[in-house]
């Protein structure tokens, strides 16, 4: 028996607020994120001992937050109550502060037309900076795969921006925000 | 001249927008660019549509851990091993309050109980030495290491100071002490904000055998008392049986792991 002393933090912890953010774009809702985030740490320190040290720590919690995400899509598609993320129950308007600049309500409403898997590439690329070959590892596909994904959610992307906004559809409606 | 189109394709593109090319390639994808209007018009929006993104989703490490997330990597110590052995002391607490807490006094006069003495001992010990300011503990908690080590070796056991900050308590410090039958005692002291003060005695040379969880009450005083493997260990603090419980699972909880 040796004294009490405060351990160091696990290694997971530290990603929790990236998983959080991923989540929420996933979900818009926040408390069906943290939820979600939940089951994926839970997931994460169960496997933690299995797990081979021949990857990233960040792509691999991505992927079982990933895999937890997809199950519950498939889940929710079978029972009609899963209402998380029906149309009509988008959660708070707001969601933690984010959307809240006009371009980015029409930014959220296009990226909601687009299929799951295309909105998830797109965060876990463009928001979390995975490589490509990381996000295929999260989102078990191959490379290919993930590139010719990419490449249909961004051009789906914009095309809904465009035609929203009704204008020309050559000219992105979205400012570069710098 | 622009190259072929075929050359820069989509993943090259991705690439560019997303910032993860070599500067040669870029300054060659940046060279097409400008002879390809479709291409250029086609990166100016996926980049677009990428800084909104980031824009839209910055990353807030300073938010709160929701506390659900953070008890998953609390060390079993505190959640998981309470909870453990929270059955097993509701029975032995049932035992305790059964058989009649507040007759221990009598009771340990005149049988040969295996804690014989060790609450009179452990709240004399607490009145004595809790009422002391100055000289409370003769090794502060500043020395933590040095006073569980030179406890341990005294007592011949590997003692701990259980961690009682979640209830409030932090270590003030400890001190060996004389116990009846020639024998000695380790006792650790607490405080909280208030200036209540909780102490641990640790006492050896206990003969019988392990005892259940066993509560006593005197002078404003609560006790909780067990023997384990040949030690006597008591908690005495000024809090009521209810407040001093939880307090009380949690050493036990500690220590007895």
């Known amino acids: 028996m040796l004294p009490f002393r405060r351990p160091a933090p696990h290694a997971i912890e530290a990603e929790i607020p990236r998983l959080r953010r991923h989540a929420r774009g996933l979900l818009r809702d926040p408390v069906a994120a943290d939820d979600l985030v939940q089951d994926c740490l839970a997931k994460a320190l169960a496997a933690w001992q299995q797990r081979r040290d021949d990857g990233a720590l960040r792509p691999w919690l991505f992927a079982i937050l990933h895999n937890t995400w997809r199950n519950r899509l498939r889940r929710e598609a079978i029972r009609p109550d899963g209402l998380a993320l029906d149309e009509e129950h988008p959660g708070p308007a707001v969601s933690g502060g984010q959307w809240e600049r006009l371009e980015l309500q029409d930014l959220q409403a296009a990226m909601d037309m687009l ?5 998830s590439l797109l965060l876990l690329i463009g928001v979390e900076g995975l490589s490509y070959e990381e996000a295929a590892r999260a989102q078990g596909v ?14 789906r992307l914009r095309i809904l921006m465009a035609g929203e906004s009704g204008a020309d559809p050559n000219r992105p409606r979205l400012r570069r925000v710098k | ?21 070599a500067s040669a390639d870029r300054a060659r994808v940046e060279a097409h660019l400008l002879q390809d209007a479709e291409a250029a018009r086609k990166v100016e929006a996926w980049a677009a549509q990428a800084d909104a993104l980031r824009s839209a989703f910055p990353l807030d490490e300073a938010e709160p851990i929701p506390a659900s997330m953070r008890a998953l990597f609390a060390r079993p110590t505190w959640m998981e091993r309470a909870r453990a052995v929270a059955p097993r002391l509701a029975a032995l607490l049932l035992v305790a309050i059964l058989s009649g807490g507040a007759g221990w006094w009598s009771h340990g006069r005149f049988t ?21 300011v100055l000289h409370a503990v003769e090794v502060p908690a500043s020395q933590e290491k040095h006073l569980v080590a030179w406890l341990s070796k005294r007592l011949g056991t590997q003692l701990k100071a259980p961690y009682l900050g979640n209830a409030g308590f932090n270590l003030v410090g400890g001190r060996l002490l004389p116990a009846g039958r020639s024998d000695l005692a380790a006792q650790f002291m607490y405080e909280n904000t208030r200036g209540e003060r909780l102490t641990l005695y640790i006492r050896d040379g206990e003969a019988g055998a392990d005892s259940s969880f066993r509560v006593s009450e005197e002078n404003g005083a609560t006790g909780f008392y067990w023997v384990d493997a040949g030690y006597g260990y008591a908690l005495v603090g000024p809090l009521r049986r209810e407040a001093m419980l ?12």
């Open chain 1, 115 to 119: 299929a799951p898997e295309q909105r």
């Open chain 1, 142 to 155: 191959p490379l290919g795969t993930v590139m010719s994904r990419l490449t249909r959610a961004r051009e």
């Open chain 2, 1 to 21: 001249m622009s190259e072929p189109r075929s050359s820069i394709d989509d993943a090259l593109l991705h690439a560019y927008v997303d910032d993860r090319l």
């Open chain 2, 112 to 132: 040969a109980s295996p804690a014989a003495g060790l609450p009179r001992e452990a709240a004399r010990a607490h009145a004595i030495y809790t009422a002391e």
């Open chain 2, 246 to 257: 939880p307090i009380a699972r949690e050493v036990y909880a500690q220590l007895m792991d």
